[in-house]
């Protein structure tokens, strides 16, 4: 009965020093991964004169673009974008851009008949 103890015991340590070394030997992905902090938001505003700062409609926060080049041609306008923004700075990626469209009413429409 008394081996029985001991070897219960035995494996017992055995099995949790294996468990423990197979934590140690994954790598953490948390700490290799910048990408998984990042965030994908969906905002809507203006982009600056010169095309590198965007400021969010809502919110008047500022945010630096990081690829420039996706906003050629929407300096001074007002946008929608797609982007994954930085863990802890005012940054973003623009992903995809949308230019927002304006509508007018037309006193003509069938709409506005009675």
Known sequence: MKKLRVATVGLVVLASLSIAAQDMAKP??????????AKTLRISGKVSEDGTRFVEETSQKTW???NLEMLKGYEGQQVALRGRTGPETNTIQVLSIRGQVTYTA???DSAFRR
Do not use: E, F, W
């Open 28 to 37: 953490d992905v948390q700490k290799t991964s910048p990408a998984r902090h």
């Open 64 to 66: 630096l673009i990081t």
């Open 106 to 108: 037309n006193s003509g």
